[in-house]
């Protein structure tokens, strides 16, 4: 699976962003998508992640304003980013769980994915 993330840019805050990521490979429709995101100087962490039937997982830290969702026919993840703050500014990565089943928990943990994007970064201006 090759995955291609795109729709990074500058906001200001409370300003919105839709992150999408382009995937080839057959996988893509069995596979658990998630979006990872990482800070300057910081770790990378979980945002959100969604499975074949749209079951997600959030990070608590997101507090409502992110929306994910998936398009099985278009091989595309989406990440909707509402209410940006300063804080939100990272390199958001896209990453895909190729091996999951039906009843696969959403991990939020980087080495449960196999495969990753190249990341888009993400700035929101105070």
């Known amino acids: 699976v090759q995955l291609q993330a795109s729709g990074g840019g500058l906001v200001q805050t409370g300003g919105s962003l839709r992150l999408a990521c382009a995937a080839s490979?057959?996988?893509?429709?069995?596979?658990?998508m998630a979006w990872f995101r990482q800070a300057p100087g910081k770790e990378r962490h979980f945002v959100a992640g969604?499975?074949?039937?749209?079951?997600?997982s959030y990070a608590d830290s997101i507090n409502g304003r992110f929306t994910i969702s998936r398009d099985n026919d278009k091989y595309t993840v989406y990440l909707q980013m509402n209410s940006l703050k300063p804080e939100d500014t990272a390199v958001y990565y896209c990453a895909a769980y190729s091996r999951a089943i039906l009843i696969s928990p959403i991990y939020d943990t980087e080495e449960d994915y196999d495969y990753w994007g190249q990341g888009t970064l993400v700035t929101v201006s105070s």
């Open positions: 969604i499975a074949r039937n749209s079951r997600s």
């Open positions: 490979g057959r996988t893509f429709s069995r596979s658990i």
